[in-house]
């Protein structure tokens, strides 16, 4: 017997009954959860849902435990100041993350990569990147569709002319702006993808 992905609505209630269990139905969440926030908070979860990979219950969960994650942190930071906020609402930024820094200057890896001499072509590809990331940002609020972002990149050059070094930057710069979870990069020779 074959069971079928969950539908977006049946994990819309997936995610809706994971906040009542953990809360005793007590957590609000800012817009409602059939508002925007919820909205795009599950288009995210369900990205890729109509792929055989797609981890149905997975990923809902994931965006689950990344917003308690994030509301525990934001109560941690604001009572060591002495403030209180109200413990059973949820708001965007613990829902969706904050809003992504308006430039790539909140990178260290990207003032590395500006420090290095040249690779004007790849600074540019680099940025472009980033950039989509804030767009795709402004998309969301707005209700629109995000942009894909094809991460992917193969660097190319002669030895020494810092293929390695700026994909491990380019690596960690991703995982800065959020597009990959870990800015780890796996560098592999062209022995590496032959076929034994």
Same mark, same amino acid.
Not at 74 to 95: H, I, P, Q, S, V
Not at 144 to 170: C, H, M, Q
């Given at each position: 017997?074959?069971?079928?992905?969950?539908?977006?609505?049946?994990?819309?209630?997936?995610?809706?009954?994971?906040?009542?269990?953990?809360?005793?139905?007590?957590?609000?969440?800012?817009?409602?959860?059939?508002?925007?926030?919820?909205?795009?908070?599950?288009?995210?979860?369900?990205?890729?849902?109509?792929?055989?990979?797609?981890?149905?219950?997975?990923?809902?969960?994931?965006?689950?435990?990344?917003?308690?994650?994030?509301?525990?942190?934001?109560?941690?930071?604001?009572?060591?100041?002495?403030?209180?906020?109200?413990?059973?609402?949820?708001?965007?930024?613990?829902?969706?993350?904050?809003?992504?820094?308006?430039?790539?200057?909140? *990178?260290?890896?990207?003032?590395?990569?500006?420090?290095?001499?040249?690779?004007?072509?790849?600074?540019? *590809?680099?940025?472009?990147?980033?950039?989509?990331?804030?767009?795709?940002?402004?998309?969301?609020?707005?209700?629109?569709?995000?942009?894909?972002?094809?991460?992917?990149?193969?660097?190319?050059?002669?030895?020494?002319?810092?293929?390695?070094?700026?994909?491990?930057?380019?690596?960690?710069?991703?995982?800065?702006?959020?597009?990959?979870?870990?800015?780890?990069?796996?560098?592999?020779?062209?022995?590496?993808?032959?076929?034994?």
């Amino acid at each position: 017997m074959k069971l079928p992905n969950y539908t977006k609505e049946e994990l819309q209630a997936v995610f809706q009954g994971l906040m009542r269990r953990w809360f005793n139905k007590k957590m609000e969440v800012e817009g409602g959860y059939d508002g925007h926030i919820m909205k795009i908070l599950m288009r995210r979860a369900t990205q890729g849902i109509n792929e055989k990979t797609f981890g149905n219950i997975w990923p809902v969960r994931k965006a689950f435990l990344e917003a308690c994650r994030r509301q525990v942190e934001r109560f941690r930071l604001a009572r060591k100041d002495g403030n209180y906020f109200e413990d059973f609402k949820m708001t965007k930024e613990d829902l969706l993350g904050n809003k992504p820094s308006l430039g790539p200057d909140k *990178s260290p890896a990207w003032k590395e990569l500006q420090e290095l001499v040249g690779l004007d072509g790849v600074k540019e *590809s680099i940025l472009s990147v980033v950039n989509q990331v804030n767009q795709n940002y402004i998309r969301e609020m707005r209700g629109d569709e995000p942009l894909n972002i094809s991460p992917n990149r193969v660097f190319l050059g002669a030895p020494g002319t810092g293929k390695t070094t700026v994909a491990r930057l380019y690596g960690r710069i991703l995982a800065d702006f959020g597009i990959l979870s870990k800015g780890e990069v796996i560098v592999k020779t062209p022995t590496d993808l032959l076929d034994r």
